[in-house]
């Protein structure tokens, strides 16, 4: 496997100060503001992990992948050309904002787009949340995990990430939102560090580039406050307290200024890629998840 975890993700706002509220008072992140006018959250001893950026619409920007530990960078990239797939390099203004040593990009099949990213720069400095959060679920396994759209090429996109990259399938899910309405491919792929999914491909449209994105806590009882935050400062829930079928992960889902859903859970499997065998779930969740809220 190439890629060990889902290093970052960027997101486009026209409004940094809701950005800096919903981090630290609802997610319990803190915050920085950058030379480039964006800021980044932080959620353990990484500078970042989520990164708001100006600009004109309140939207996701891009997925950032960590290459796995000896994992060779030029060959790599030389794979994802070999296959067709454009790829550009990082400048090194945006190698110095991202606190890397190496980075590409490139969009997948389905327009998504991607950094691949090698050696971290950044500073370590203990997480310290402004509100008292116990801590998030990072290290190896990453900031967590995207959910991305996947409508007109779905097959092809999937083939790059297991095929190229080498990421391997934990589940799959075949959702049919009502009795008549046509069958929703939800595949849900794991890097090396083991994480049940660090992406999820979804054959549905999101408009904001995004369906949602998770991060996980150190303990159900931080689940339970941000709950309570979320309604304490008028934050839209989109799905219901519930524990997930594949993941087993325990969660709610509420809108981000970006447009897109944030899962905020506890609980979640790991898997080992050596040994995994993917499953079928049958239903989205054991118990609650109510997504409907989410159209009110």
């Not at 046509?182 to 904001?208: C, D, K, Q, V, Y």
Request: charged fraction near 20%; glycine fraction near 10%; charge should be negative.
């Amino acid at each position: 496997m190439k890629i060990e975890s889902l290093a970052y993700v960027l997101a486009e706002t026209t409004d940094i100060g809701k950005w800096q509220h919903y981090a630290e008072q609802v997610l319990g992140m803190s915050t920085a503001k950058g030379p480039d006018g964006a800021l980044y959250l932080k959620m353990d001893e990484r500078e970042f992990r989520i990164a708001a950026i100006p600009g004109a619409t309140d939207r996701y920007l891009a997925s950032g992948w960590a290459l796995a530990p000896g994992v060779d960078f030029d060959a790599t990239v030389a794979a994802l050309e070999a296959a067709g797939v454009a790829v550009t390099n990082g400048s090194e203004a945006e190698r110095a904002l991202r606190r890397v040593t190496r980075m590409v990009k490139f969009t997948d099949p389905s327009g998504n787009a991607h950094e691949l990213v090698q050696g971290d720069t950044g500073t370590r400095a203990p997480f310290v949340s402004p509100i008292g959060v116990g801590g998030f679920k990072t290290g190896a396994q990453g900031m967590g995990h995207t959910v991305l759209p996947a409508v007109q090429n779905f097959d092809a996109t999937e083939k790059l990430f297991r095929e190229v990259l080498g990421m391997g399938v934990s589940d799959r899910f075949n959702f049919k939102p009502a009795p008549d309405a046509p069958t929703i491919r939800i595949h849900f792929l794991h890097a090396s560090s083991g994480r049940h999914h660090s992406l999820a491909l979804a054959e549905m449209p999101a408009p904001s580039g995004c369906v949602h994105i998770m991060v996980e806590v150190n303990s159900m009882t931080d689940v339970g406050l941000a709950h309570d935050r979320r309604a304490q400062h008028g934050v839209k829930l989109m799905a219901t307290l519930g524990e997930h079928e594949n993941d087993r992960m325990t969660s709610f889902y509420m809108m981000t200024p970006g447009n897109f859903a944030l899962e905020y859970g506890w609980g979640g499997i790991s898997v080992d890629p050596g040994s995994w065998r993917p499953t079928e779930t049958q239903r989205v969740s054991i118990w609650g998840h109510d997504f409907s809220v989410g159209f009110q």
